[in-house]
Antibody
């Protein structure tokens, strides 16, 4: 069965970087896109960007341009999201979500369990 | 950016009664292929979001048929014909027509 397993919670100081991993199993990794979505405490969902797991091409929300880098390692079926220059308002749960790859449309059929990133001095 | 506006933000419902959540987009979500790129997710307490409806009205695999989606222009509606206790949580609409993909604020459904 399809599983997306994310890395554990992180505590970072302002200005630092964090790298969250999302390990996939149960499907052909390179056939899909992976998206990253975050949720600040008590807040709604915010889309950050996607990666084509085959080509490595990426697309980011303008809001995060220059601070976010999404990569993948096909040899271990793992996608990564790195966010730099962390601020207190980056405190959130970060999710990876698989694009179903069913055309038309973009929708997420599987989600990781979420990784809490806390930014605090 | 496309703004998605949901209402109500809080929805107390008696089990067995119907429920309706609205989502309005600030511009058309019509793709050149004729589909509208609007999906619905439910985030149950303490869980990751799960797909309910995609492309306005298509139920995801395993979603009960008491859930349905419809649209009229830039107004979208999620309906639950008979609410059950397991339906509690936060409901989000999201547009995936253009980046950045944007979610509504969320509607919290609770049982009376």
């Amino acid at each position: 069965q399809v599983q997306l397993v994310q890395s554990g919670a992180e505590v970072k100081k302002p200005g630092a970087s964090v790298k969250v991993s999302c390990k996939s199993s149960g499907y052909t990794f390179s056939d899909y896109y992976m998206h990253w979505v975050r949720q600040a405490p008590g807040q709604g969902l915010e889309w950050m960007g996607w990666i084509n797991l085959n080509s490595g091409a990426t697309k980011y929300a303008q809001k995060f341009q220059g601070r976010v880098t999404v990569t993948r390692d096909t040899s271990i079926s793992t996608a990564y999201m790195e966010l730099s220059s962390l601020r207190s308002d980056d405190t959130a749960v970060y999710y990876c979500a698989r694009d179903s790859a069913s055309l038309p449309g973009t929708y997420y059929d599987y989600w990781g369990q979420g990784t809490l990133v806390t930014v605090s001095s | 950016d496309i703004v998605m506006t949901q209402s109500p933000l809080s929805l107390p419902v008696t089990p067995g009664e119907p429920a309706s959540i609205s989502c309005r987009s600030s511009q058309s979500l019509m793709h050149s292929n004729g589909y509208k790129y609007l999906d619905w997710y439910l985030q149950k307490p303490g869980q990751s979001p799960q797909l309910l409806i995609y492309l306005v009205s298509n139920r995801a695999s395993g979603v009960p048929d008491r859930f349905s989606g419809s649209e009229s222009g830039t107004d979208f509606t999620l309906k639950i014909s008979r609410v059950e206790a397991e339906d509690v949580g936060l409901y989000y609409c999201v547009q995936t027509l253009q980046t950045p993909y944007t979610f509504g604020q969320g509607t919290k459904l609770e049982i009376k």
